[in-house]
């Protein structure tokens, strides 16, 4: 079996050992890193689908315009 350590009660205050500081700030570096891009996407995104209809209004209209076009110019009219 193991060993039982006995506890010994009353030799001083206990040492604290150093935090590995680095590794946490390699971790809060990620995270603030994939943080940024998410939120960098989310605007993009945002702002794609914002101006989405007013996009396909336009291109609509230019292609409709673009086929109609060699009609009224070279025959005169529909």
């Known amino acids: ?40 996407e989310t605007k993009l995104s945002s702002g794609v689908l914002a101006t989405v209809s007013m996009g396909f209004a336009i291109g609509f209209i230019l292609a409709i315009l673009m086929m109609l076009g060699p009609f009224f110019v070279f025959s005169g009219g529909l």
């Not at 935090?19 to 390699?26: D, G, L, S």
């Open 1 to 40: 079996m193991a060993e039982e350590q006995e506890i010994v009660y009353g030799q001083g205050i206990p040492k604290v050992i150093d935090p590995r500081v680095p590794m946490f700030q390699e971790v809060v570096e990620d995270i603030k890193y994939k943080s940024q891009l998410l939120a960098r």
